[in-house]
């Protein structure tokens, strides 16, 4: 139960970029999945089924109340964590980076924006993405590299805006 | 080769698994575009930045709202799972509050009398607008009997003047 909450909270913190948000919507696709649980296919992955439940339900929420329009959580320790080993003047342009990647996500459409949180926040491997995104693994390798490249657009414009 | 298919290759190329003859072309194309070079000087920034992302544990408290959801659906299974949703808490909160201040105001006994103490105060609040409406009218009236005092004395004070002009 814990993996699974915690599995389901993160895609909900990486996709709103909210705390609030995520814990609200963890528990509204944890209710969901008791009321669909009698619809679960044993033959599938559980936890795929169960992030498949959450990917939909995350981009609808998206969809109805446009979270496009609030701000993500500030990138602080909290969003950061995870010590930066190494050279500190690498350690802080990485930190940077980090920081243009998380206020970057919101600019991403839903789908380039999953696509881009499971492969590359999560390290999901293409074929479980599949699963998950219930497409072709062409379509998903396609997706996750226009992603990265609207992705990396966006912090190049980003950074090229900051004094 | 234009720069379309090449930067659709660029994750192939990132992670290694493009065949060694369209690597070639590609790098070709990297040595002479210099639109293409940053770009992938970009993703690889990136993805130095998103290894090891770091991930949270859920809250107890949020832990301890999931594990209820199973009992709380068993005691409210007649309720449908819309109204469960934690976003509508607020608004059933609100909801109750309210119906306990007019609950309040309409049944207990110590309502009926403020009640009647909220009645008295808008009767006596209507009184003094009325009353203020009244005084408004006569100070207009009076303002009016003003004016054509004014307007009379303008008025001789023209024909005053218009004789001594005339002798």
Not at chain 1, 8 to 29: H, M, P, R
Not at chain 1, 44 to 58: G, I, Q, V
Not at chain 1, 123 to 146: F, H, M, Q
């Amino acid at each position: 139960m814990n993996a699974y909450a915690k599995r389901v909270f993160n895609l909900a913190y990486q996709f709103s970029g909210s705390y609030q948000e995520a814990e609200d919507q963890t528990q509204e696709i944890f209710l969901k999945l008791y009321g669909a649980l009698s619809k679960f296919d044993f033959q599938r992955s559980f936890t795929a089924w169960l992030l498949t439940l959450a990917k939909n339900h995350l981009i609808d929420a998206y969809r109805r109340t446009k979270w496009e329009r609030k701000q993500r959580d500030d990138f602080d320790e909290r969003t950061a964590a995870g010590p930066l080993a190494g050279d500190p003047q690498d350690a802080l342009e990485r930190e940077e980076n980090r920081r243009l990647v998380w206020t970057s996500l919101n600019d991403l459409s839903p789908d380039m924006r999953m696509a881009v949180i499971l492969r590359d926040l999560q390290g999901r491997s293409y074929e479980e993405i599949a699963a998950v995104l219930d497409l072709p693994l062409g379509t998903v390798k396609s997706r996750v590299n226009r992603a990265r490249l609207a992705l990396a657009r966006v912090v190049e414009e980003k950074r090229g805006g900051q004094p | 080769m234009t720069c379309e298919r090449p930067q659709e290759l660029f994750s192939a190329y990132l992670e290694g698994t493009l065949d060694p003859a369209v690597r070639r072309d590609l790098e070709d194309h990297l040595g002479g575009c210099p639109e293409c070079e940053a770009l992938l000087a970009g993703l690889r920034k990136i993805d130095a930045a998103v290894a090891g992302w770091p991930e949270f544990e859920p809250s107890p408290a949020l832990l301890t709202r999931l594990k209820a959801i199973p009992t709380a659906r068993k005691k409210w299974g007649f309720v449908p799972d819309i109204l469960l949703r934690p976003s509508l808490q607020p608004v059933f909160a609100g909801a109750a509050l309210l119906l306990v201040f007019v609950s309040f105001i309409f049944l207990a006994p110590q309502g009926r009398s403020f009640q009647k103490a909220v009645n008295r105060q808008v009767h006596l609040g209507w009184n003094a607008a009325e009353r203020i409406y009244a005084k408004a009218g006569s100070v207009t009236e009076r303002l009016g009997g003003y004016k054509d005092n004014v307007v009379s004395s303008l008025r001789t004070l023209n024909i005053l003047k218009k004789s001594e002009t005339e002798k």
